[in-house]
C-alpha cells in the first residue's frame, strides 16, 4: 500500500481534486441530498405504498407535527395493535398488504405464508459453497452477495415478466433470514473459530419464529420474544420510497435491470451508517454512556455526558446524538413509540430495566442539552434506533444480526416498490448534475505536459 500511494498522487491529493467551492451549492440552487433548503425532501416520484409524514407545509412554511406511518393507507398503529393470542405475528400479513394492496382475508393469508414456507429451501449445497466459502466480516456484504449468486441458479434470471417479479421477490423475502444466520454461524466459525451450529427451519414457522429458532443454540424463545421480534420486522419493512435503500431500488429498477442486482444494491444501501447501519453508532454511544455516567437515575449526570458529547469531546467527535433527529419526523416517530412500548413490556421488573430508563432519559433531555449547548431549538424527536438496539440485545441477538434483519424486514418493502417502478415508472431516473467548469481545456500531447 505504501508504495502504490508514492506512486499515484491521488493519494495525496484526494481531497483537494475532488471538492467543489460550497458557493455553487448556493448559486445553482443544488437540492443537495435531494432536499430543499427548509429540509423537505424534493418531490421525485408518486407511491401508493406507504406515507411517512412528520410536518405540513403551510404557506411556504414547514411546520412540525406529529408522526404518522402508513402502509397501503393503514395506520401502524391499527396494524400492530390486535394482542391478542390469536393474532400474535403480522410480518406476514403485513408483506401481504405491502404486495398485494389490502389486507388478506384469513384463508388468503393462510395460502400466502403457505407459498413462503415454501420457498426458505436453498439449491442443493448452496450454504457450504457459497455462505460457508470466503466468508467476509460483514453479513450485510454477505446478503447482498448472496442475492447476486442466486441468480445463476434462476434458469429465467433475465425474465423481466410479472410473474417472474412476484416469484424471486416471494423466494428472496422467505430465504433471506435464513441465509442471514447461516452466515452469522459461519462467521463465527471463520473468524472466532467458533461452532458452527445449522439448525433445519421448522415448516410451519413465521418469520420471527424462524430466526430465533435457528439462531438460538436450544432452539427455544418466549412467544414474547417472538411477537417483539415480529414487532421489529414489521416497523422496518417499509418506509416510503423517498429513504436511500427504497430509492436505490426505485433507481436500479428504473434502469431495467433485474431483480437480483437491484435488491443487491439496495442492500448496499442500508448498510451505510448513515442509513441502516446507524443503529451500531447508537449502540456504541449508548454503551459509553453506560460506562462514563456513574449514576444511570442521575440525569445531571446523564445531561453532563450528552453535553459532552454535543460540544464534540466525546464519543466519536461529531457533536451528534445518535437516536435523536430524523430526516422527516419532527415531534415523533411512530417506529420509535411502538417499539418503546414493547420495549418497555420486556423490560420492566428484570436486569433490563435500569438500562431503558437511561435510553428514556437520553431521549427526553437530548433537546434541552442540544438547545443549551448549540442554541439549536430545531424539532427533534427520538427515531427508531434508540430503541432498537436495545430490544435486539434483551433477546440476546448480536449485534452483527442488526443491520442483516432491518434488511430481511425491508425485503418486502423493496419489492413492493420495484413492482410499482415496473408499472408506473416507465423512464430511466436521470437527475441533473450541474457543471461547474466553464469553457473548454486546452489538450497537450503527452510530451508537453
Given at each position: ?144 452477495r448472496t442475492i ?33 444466520v447461516l452466515t ?120 453532563d455526558y450528552l ?143
Amino acid at each position: 500500500m505504501q508504495e502504490e500511494e508514492k506512486k499515484i498522487a491521488l493519494y495525496e491529493n484526494f481531497k483537494t481534486i475532488n471538492s467543489i467551492d460550497p458557493a455553487y451549492y448556493e448559486q445553482y440552487d443544488v437540492k443537495r441530498g435531494l432536499r430543499n433548503a427548509d429540509g423537505t425532501g424534493v418531490v421525485a416520484g408518486l407511491t401508493n405504498i406507504a406515507n411517512v409524514h412528520g410536518y405540513v407545509v403551510s404557506d411556504n412554511e414547514k411546520i412540525a407535527d406529529e408522526g404518522h406511518l402508513r402502509y397501503r393507507g393503514y395506520d401502524v398503529y391499527d396494524l400492530l395493535g390486535d394482542q391478542s393470542a390469536e393474532h400474535r405475528f403480522n410480518f406476514e400479513e403485513v408483506s401481504y398488504l405491502l404486495l398485494m394492496g389490502e389486507l388478506p382475508t384469513r384463508e388468503q393469508l393462510d395460502r400466502f405464508i403457505e407459498v413462503l414456507d415454501g420457498q426458505r429451501e436453498l439449491p442443493d449445497g448452496f450454504t457450504a459453497s457459497m455462505i460457508m466459502r470466503d466468508t467476509p466480516p460483514d453479513i450485510m456484504n454477505v446478503l447482498a452477495r448472496t442475492i447476486l449468486l442466486l441468480y445463476a441458479y434462476d434458469p429465467d434470471a433475465e425474465d423481466r415478466s410479472a410473474h417472474h417479479e412476484i416469484h424471486t421477490a416471494i423466494s428472496l423475502i422467505s430465504r433471506l433470514p435464513r441465509i442471514m444466520v447461516l452466515t452469522y454461524y459461519a462467521k463465527r466459525a471463520r473468524y472466532n473459530n467458533e461452532s458452527m451450529i445449522m439448525h433445519r427451519f421448522i415448516p410451519g414457522q413465521s418469520t420471527a419464529e424462524t430466526i430465533l429458532s435457528m439462531l438460538r443454540p436450544d432452539r427455544q424463545f418466549t412467544p414474547e420474544e417472538a411477537r417483539m421480534l415480529d414487532v421489529m420486522l414489521c416497523l422496518h419493512a417499509e418506509h416510503g420510497g423517498g429513504n436511500n435503500s427504497t430509492f436505490t431500488t426505485r433507481v436500479l429498477t428504473s434502469s431495467d435491470t433485474d431483480p437480483y442486482s437491484t435488491y443487491a444494491g439496495a442492500i448496499g444501501s442500508l448498510k451505510g451508517w448513515k442509513h441502516g447501519g446507524a443503529n451500531h453508532q447508537v449502540l456504541a454511544m449508548q454503551q459509553e454512556i453506560k460506562e462514563h455516567v456513574a449514576d444511570w437515575s442521575d440525569e445531571g449526570q446523564v445531561a453532563d455526558y450528552l453535553a459532552k458529547i454535543v460540544r464534540k469531546e466525546a464519543f466519536d467527535k461529531t457533536g451528534l446524538v445518535y437516536g435523536m433527529g430524523h430526516a422527516v419526523y419532527t415531534k415523533s416517530d411512530p417506529r420509535a413509540i411502538i417499539c418503546k412500548q414493547f420495549a418497555e413490556g420486556l423490560a420492566v421488573g428484570t436486569e433490563f430495566e435500569a438500562e431503558f430508563n437511561l435510553l428514556k432519559s437520553i431521549e427526553r433531555l437530548a433537546p434541552e442539552v442540544i438547545l443549551r449547548e448549540k442554541g439549536t431549538s430545531k424539532d427533534m424527536c427520538a427515531n427508531i434506533d434508540m430503541y432498537s438496539g436495545f430490544v435486539y440485545s434483551m433477546m440476546g441477538i448480536p449485534e452483527d444480526l442488526f443491520t442483516p434483519l432491518f434488511a430481511c424486514a425491508r425485503m418486502s418493502g423493496w419489492a413492493a416498490h420495484r413492482f410499482e417502478e415496473i408499472v408506473s415508472g416507465k423512464r430511466i431516473i436521470r437527475p441533473a448534475y450541474k457543471s461547474t467548469r466553464s469553457g473548454k481545456r486546452d489538450y497537450a500531447a503527452m510530451e508537453e505536459r
